[in-house]
């Protein structure tokens, strides 16, 4: 098991009886939400697992440049955080969001054709892993510099306020971006103002090669919350619905009540920081010990125990998942490069006509 500072939620809660679909289920998880929802969930997180897969394959061939950041091991996270958002809702991020923009919508072969810096890329390949943009999804970045888009967030929840719309934001980042300023000031603006902002912090346990114990005085990074008056929370990060269901109260109060949330959900990455990284900062015991509690598998065995799916549709769901990831890399492989005449075009906002705001 690993150590107590890489923790887990340590609350979980008391079995009951419920329904799904008509069958009678003791996992209240489960029970929660519909069948089509939860296979939904089960199969995004499949798909990012082998499209994270083929990436690094493609990276390790040379046909990915630059820095690339993988989002092995966290799918419940990602799937879980995003599952609770309405469609007009806005999600903002940093790198390491390849699933973030797939588990919102975005089309795998543009995801994968990005990263190839291919023309048919969803920044028209000018991005690259980190960069990652979907307007259409309301997906807005894929932000390279740590804790750079935070004060966005805010910025995205006053707007919001400033028109009187009923939409949120969650804005997603790792532990080491709590430890500067821009954190700090954001969440200080958000409460103070009453910004319909949840902030979602993937704890995967380490800052680059720094164990969150080494970085930050405070390793609950929920607790951080309390400095500014709003709620936070500490969730299972392996729990794909644990995730969900503590992100979708977050969201009900910042659209109710302007009240902004801090959910910390705790996770891991299996592999290094990026391709570039080797993690001999960590034990493969450790490794090993995260392993175990795959977020997939969890699920997985999950829905079979209640009756959700059986083992022949869950092999058949990873099955698609694996061939959706082969497409997209197919696609980036035969996708254009961006044209050389075009090298100056999207510096200015009036060069982006492709990103029109939707009414």
Not at 119 to 144: I, N, P, Q, V
Not at 152 to 168: F, N, Q, R, V
Not at 213 to 237: F, L, N, Q
Request: charged residues 25%; hydrophobic residues 40%; negative net charge.
């Amino acid at each position: 098991m690993p150590k107590e500072r890489s923790g887990r939620a340590s609350v979980q809660p008391r079995p009951t009886t419920h329904v799904v679909d008509g069958e009678r289920s003791d996992d209240p998880g489960v029970a929660r939400y519909p069948r089509e929802q939860l296979i939904a969930m089960l199969a995004q997180m499949q798909l990012i697992r082998h499209f994270e897969e083929r990436a690094a394959e493609q990276y390790v061939k040379a046909r990915i440049g630059g820095y690339i950041h993988l989002n092995v091991g966290e799918e419940a996270t990602v799937v879980g955080s995003v599952a609770a958002l309405r469609p007009t809702d806005y999600l903002i991020g940093s790198y390491r969001t390849h699933g973030h923009a797939l588990a919102r919508g975005t089309d795998p072969g543009a995801v994968m054709a990005e990263l190839f810096g291919r023309e048919a890329g969803t920044s028209k390949g000018r991005g690259g892993s980190m960069h990652l943009f979907d307007w259409k999804h309301r997906f807005l970045g894929g932000y390279g510099i740590v804790g750079g888009h935070l004060p966005i967030a805010a910025g995205l929840g006053l707007a919001i306020d400033y028109l009187g719309g009923d939409e949120a934001v969650m804005c997603v980042f790792g532990e080491g971006a709590t430890n500067i300023g821009a954190f700090h000031e954001s969440l200080n603006v958000a409460k103070l103002w009453g910004l319909p902002v949840v902030w979602v912090c993937a704890n995967n346990q380490y800052a680059m090669g720094h164990s969150v114990d080494m970085d930050s005085a405070v390793t609950e990074i929920h607790r951080k919350a309390c400095a500014y008056d709003m709620p936070g929370e500490r969730v299972d990060g392996m729990d794909v619905l644990a995730v969900r269901q503590a992100c979708e109260a977050a969201l009900e109060r910042a659209r109710r009540e302007r009240l902004p949330s801090l959910v910390e959900c705790v996770t891991y990455r299996y592999r290094g920081h990026s391709m570039a990284d080797q993690r001999k900062y960590r034990t493969e015991d450790e490794v090993r010990a995260w392993r175990e509690r795959d977020p997939i598998n969890w699920l997985e065995r999950r829905l079979i125990a209640a009756k959700v799916l059986d083992e022949d549709q869950a092999k058949r769901i990873e099955r698609e998942a694996d061939e959706k990831a082969a497409a997209a890399v197919d696609f980036a492989e035969h996708a254009p490069d961006p044209d050389p005449a075009d090298l100056g075009r999207y510096v200015y906002a009036s060069d982006a006509e492709a990103y029109t705001c939707p009414s």
